[in-house]
Nanobody
Framework: QVQLVESGGGLVQAGGSLRLSCAAS????????MGWYRQAPGKQRVMVAT???????SHADSVKGRFTISRDNAKNMVYLQMNSLKPEDTAVYYC????????????????WGKGTLVTVSS
């Protein structure tokens, strides 16, 4: 079993900062890509930022220059530093990893956390 737990969400004023964390635990053999996604009320879930196992990153145009994704492979953690937050960043933020669990011939799969709410007030 692979579990993901996000933390760091909350209420912040526009222009403020938050740092989201996601801890992966369980019977994990290897983690490949890690990423953050968000879903605003009434909208579809969209990619915010992703990072590969070798540290290559990709950020959505809407957050470039404001958000930064990073990871700690030794701790199986992924982070999202969010600066200059805007009301339109309000959403539930989800962590996703692509990983291979322990076990013979277990397939690589995507795993999601339950999300953490970020609310940015104007």
């Amino acid at each position: 079993q692979v579990q993901l737990v996000e933390s760091g969400g909350g209420l912040v004023q526009a222009g403020g900062s938050l740092r989201l964390s996601c801890a992966a635990s369980g019977s994990i053999f290897s983690i490949y890509a890690m990423g953050w996604y968000r879903q605003a009320p009434g909208k579809q879930r969209v990619m915010v930022a992703t990072i590969t196992s070798d540290g290559s990153t990709s950020h959505a145009d809407s957050v470039k220059g404001r958000f930064t994704i990073s990871r700690d492979n030794a701790k199986n953690m992924v982070y999202l530093q969010m600066n200059s937050l805007k009301p339109e960043d309000t959403a539930v933020y989800y962590c996703k990893i692509t990983a291979r669990p322990m076990g013979v011939l277990t397939p690589v799969a995507d795993y999601w956390g339950k999300g953490t709410l970020v609310t940015v007030s104007s």
